[in-house]
Each structure stands twice: as C-alpha cells, then as structure tokens.
C-alpha cells in the first residue's frame, strides 16, 4: 500500500506508487460530483469508478511486489487484488452493475474503518489521543453500514453517501507517537 503524509513524499514513491497515490486521490472528486450531481453520474460512475479501482488496485500491487523494502506486515496484496477484480467487473458490466457499486464501497469503507479502529485501540492503550481516530473510525462504520443497507430502494440517496465515502476514502487518520496527523493512501 502506497501511503504518503505530505505532497513532497510523492516524489519519493516508485512510479507505480505515484500513480496508485495520483489516481487514488482522484476518488474524491468524483464524490464531489456524485454530492452535486446524482442523477447526472449515475450512468459514468461505474466506468469511472472501476477504471480508477483497477488503476489503484494494479499500481499499488506492482509497488508491493517490486519494493525491496516493503514489510510483510505491511503488505495489501489481497485488497490491490480485489481492486482489480472489482474495478474490472464494472468496467466490463458497466450500468448492470450500478446497485452493486454502493455495496462494494460500503464494504471498503468497513475494512477502512476496521483499520482505524484498530489504531483507536492501539492510541488509547498507548495512552495517546484517540478522538479524532475514533470519530473517523465511527464515521466510515455508519457511511459504510448506510451503503450496504437496501441499495435497490434509493439508487440516488446511496450514490450522495458513496459521493461522502468516496471523498473521505484515500484519507486516513493515523497517531504516531502520540502525534494525530492525515495520511493519503491507495
């Protein structure tokens, strides 16, 4: 997983790297419009979104295999993969797929959450501030639970909370010697 804590870290990444981070914060503008244009996306999100997903997904696996120095704990290989499948079946099933973005994006918002959640855990036992990790955390476990439930009933209401997931997606909240601080990540 390509992560990055500020713009001159970019530099840094392999070129895989930069590509998975430069098109992974491409998410939240196409949340932005899925906010300000609902039914004026619906039609592209799949393409979009799954084009981006298998760009994101194949980018950070080539940065996780080639790097040298990557950890194996710190390794994603099987969600890079599960990007790519994904982001490949909306490219290939385009609109027949439109209910099933939301679902797919709720489920990646939870794993998100997971994550935070277990750094929540880590600051507090660490004795190191916490709130804003666990409002994140809260935040994408509501977002997350809200795009999983009944996507077929509201195709509109879901992609104005996916627009929400997908602006917060690259994002993370991290504590790091008891210092809070954003990180971008693919």
């Known amino acids: 997983m390509a992560r990055i804590d500020s713009v001159s870290e970019i530099k840094q990444q392999p070129t895989p790297g930069k590509a998975a981070i430069i098109a992974s914060l491409l998410f939240p503008f196409i949340g932005i419009v899925c ?11 799949p393409y979009l979104l799954g084009g981006l997903m298998l760009v994101v997904g194949a980018a950070d696996l080539i940065t996780d295999l080639t790097d040298p120095n990557k950890k194996a704990s710190s390794i994603s290989q099987g969600s890079d ?3 790519i499948v994904v982001g490949g079946m909306l490219l290939v099933k385009g609109t027949a797929l439109l209910t099933l973005v ?4 709720g489920f990646i918002g939870l ?14 036992r660490a004795r190191a501030p916490f709130a ?21 009933e509201n195709i509109e209401h879901h992609v104005l909370l996916l ?4 602006i ?10 008891g210092r809070t601080h954003l990180s971008a990540e693919a």
């Open 168 to 177: 917060l997606h690259p994002f993370t909240i991290h504590s790091d010697n």
């Open 163 to 166: 627009g929400i997931e997908l």
């Open 111 to 124: 794993s998100k959450a997971a994550g935070e959640i277990d750094e929540t855990f880590h600051a507090i």
């Open 132 to 152: 804003l990790l666990a409002l994140s955390s809260a935040i994408e476990v509501v977002l997350g639970t809200l795009l999983i439930a009944s996507p077929l």
């Open 102 to 105: 939301g679902v797919v994006w």
């Open 81 to 83: 993969v599960v990007m």
């Open 35 to 45: 906010i300000l244009a609902p039914e004026g996306i619906m039609n592209f999100l």
